[in-house]
Nanobody, 122 residues
Framework: QVQLVESGGGLVQPGGSLRLSCVASGRSFSGNSMGWYRQAPGKQRELVATVSSGSRTNYAESVKGRFTISRDIAKNTVYLQMNSLKSEDTAVYLC????????????????WGQGTQVIVSS
Protein backbone atom coordinates (compact mmCIF):
# COMPACT_ATOMS: atom_id res chain seq x y z
CA GLN A 1 0.00 0.00 0.00
CA VAL A 2 1.41 3.34 -1.06
CA GLN A 3 1.44 6.01 1.59
CA LEU A 4 2.68 9.58 1.70
CA VAL A 5 2.94 10.99 5.21
CA GLU A 6 3.57 14.70 5.77
CA SER A 7 4.87 16.26 8.96
CA GLY A 8 6.42 19.46 10.22
CA GLY A 9 3.47 21.83 10.15
CA GLY A 10 2.48 24.05 13.03
CA LEU A 11 1.89 27.58 14.24
CA VAL A 12 4.55 30.14 13.38
CA GLN A 13 4.78 33.90 13.53
CA PRO A 14 5.04 35.98 10.36
CA GLY A 15 8.64 36.01 9.19
CA GLY A 16 9.32 32.62 10.72
CA SER A 17 10.34 29.33 9.16
CA LEU A 18 9.12 25.77 8.98
CA ARG A 19 10.44 22.65 7.32
CA LEU A 20 7.90 20.15 6.03
CA SER A 21 8.74 16.52 5.32
CA CYS A 22 6.92 13.91 3.27
CA VAL A 23 7.94 10.28 3.62
CA ALA A 24 6.77 7.83 1.00
CA SER A 25 6.35 4.13 1.57
CA GLY A 26 5.02 1.18 -0.38
CA ARG A 27 6.99 1.94 -3.53
CA SER A 28 9.92 4.01 -4.69
CA PHE A 29 9.28 7.36 -6.33
CA SER A 30 12.86 7.85 -7.43
CA GLY A 31 11.77 8.03 -11.07
CA ASN A 32 8.91 10.42 -10.37
CA SER A 33 8.57 14.09 -9.80
CA MET A 34 7.26 15.12 -6.42
CA GLY A 35 5.21 18.14 -5.53
CA TRP A 36 3.86 20.15 -2.65
CA TYR A 37 0.39 21.61 -2.87
CA ARG A 38 -1.50 23.74 -0.41
CA GLN A 39 -5.16 24.39 0.21
CA ALA A 40 -6.49 27.26 2.24
CA PRO A 41 -10.10 27.37 3.50
CA GLY A 42 -12.47 28.35 0.71
CA LYS A 43 -9.71 28.31 -1.91
CA GLN A 44 -8.68 25.92 -4.63
CA ARG A 45 -5.74 23.62 -4.17
CA GLU A 46 -2.58 25.37 -5.35
CA LEU A 47 0.65 23.83 -6.63
CA VAL A 48 3.45 25.34 -4.58
CA ALA A 49 6.65 23.59 -5.67
CA THR A 50 7.85 20.59 -7.61
CA VAL A 51 11.09 18.66 -7.88
CA SER A 52 11.86 16.29 -10.74
CA SER A 53 13.66 12.98 -10.56
CA GLY A 54 16.73 14.90 -11.67
CA SER A 55 16.21 17.46 -8.86
CA ARG A 56 15.06 20.25 -11.17
CA THR A 57 12.79 22.52 -9.18
CA ASN A 58 9.89 24.80 -9.99
CA TYR A 59 7.96 27.21 -7.78
CA ALA A 60 4.76 29.19 -7.73
CA GLU A 61 5.43 32.90 -8.09
CA SER A 62 3.97 33.54 -4.65
CA VAL A 63 6.70 31.50 -2.91
CA LYS A 64 9.75 32.05 -5.13
CA GLY A 65 12.76 33.12 -3.10
CA ARG A 66 11.14 32.02 0.16
CA PHE A 67 10.46 28.29 -0.24
CA THR A 68 12.90 25.54 -1.23
CA ILE A 69 11.89 22.05 -2.26
CA SER A 70 14.38 19.20 -2.07
CA ARG A 71 14.39 15.43 -2.00
CA ASP A 72 16.39 12.55 -0.59
CA ILE A 73 15.83 9.69 -2.99
CA ALA A 74 17.52 7.16 -0.73
CA LYS A 75 15.03 8.01 2.02
CA ASN A 76 12.09 8.33 -0.39
CA THR A 77 11.47 11.71 1.20
CA VAL A 78 10.73 15.20 -0.08
CA TYR A 79 11.11 18.39 1.93
CA LEU A 80 9.77 21.91 1.78
CA GLN A 81 11.79 24.58 3.58
CA MET A 82 9.60 27.62 4.11
CA ASN A 83 11.20 30.90 5.15
CA SER A 84 9.86 34.43 5.58
CA LEU A 85 6.39 33.03 6.11
CA LYS A 86 3.39 35.27 5.59
CA SER A 87 -0.18 35.02 6.82
CA GLU A 88 -1.27 34.15 3.29
CA ASP A 89 0.84 30.98 3.48
CA THR A 90 -1.63 29.59 6.00
CA ALA A 91 -3.03 26.36 4.55
CA VAL A 92 -2.97 22.60 4.67
CA TYR A 93 0.12 21.46 2.80
CA LEU A 94 -0.08 18.20 0.88
CA CYS A 95 2.56 16.04 -0.69
CA UNK A 96 2.06 14.42 -4.07
CA UNK A 97 3.83 12.12 -6.51
CA UNK A 98 3.53 12.71 -10.21
CA UNK A 99 5.39 13.34 -13.42
CA UNK A 100 6.82 16.34 -15.23
CA UNK A 101 5.94 16.48 -18.92
CA UNK A 102 8.54 17.30 -21.59
CA UNK A 103 6.90 20.74 -21.74
CA UNK A 104 7.67 21.23 -18.05
CA UNK A 105 4.18 20.89 -16.62
CA UNK A 106 3.58 18.87 -13.48
CA UNK A 107 0.92 16.17 -13.70
CA UNK A 108 -0.12 14.74 -10.32
CA UNK A 109 -0.71 11.04 -9.87
CA UNK A 110 -3.39 9.96 -7.46
CA UNK A 111 -0.91 9.60 -4.62
CA TRP A 112 -1.63 12.07 -1.85
CA GLY A 113 -0.74 12.46 1.78
CA GLN A 114 -3.24 13.52 4.45
CA GLY A 115 -1.71 16.97 4.75
CA THR A 116 -0.06 19.00 7.48
CA GLN A 117 -1.51 22.26 8.75
CA VAL A 118 0.56 25.44 8.61
CA ILE A 119 -0.75 28.50 10.43
CA VAL A 120 1.11 31.78 10.15
CA SER A 121 -0.17 34.19 12.75
CA SER A 122 1.04 36.57 15.42
Amino acid sequence: QVQLVESGGGLVQPGGSLRLSCVASGRSFSGNSMGWYRQAPGKQRELVATVSSGSRTNYAESVKGRFTISRDIAKNTVYLQMNSLKSEDTAVYLCNAGVTTPQGSYVPYNYWGQGTQVIVSS
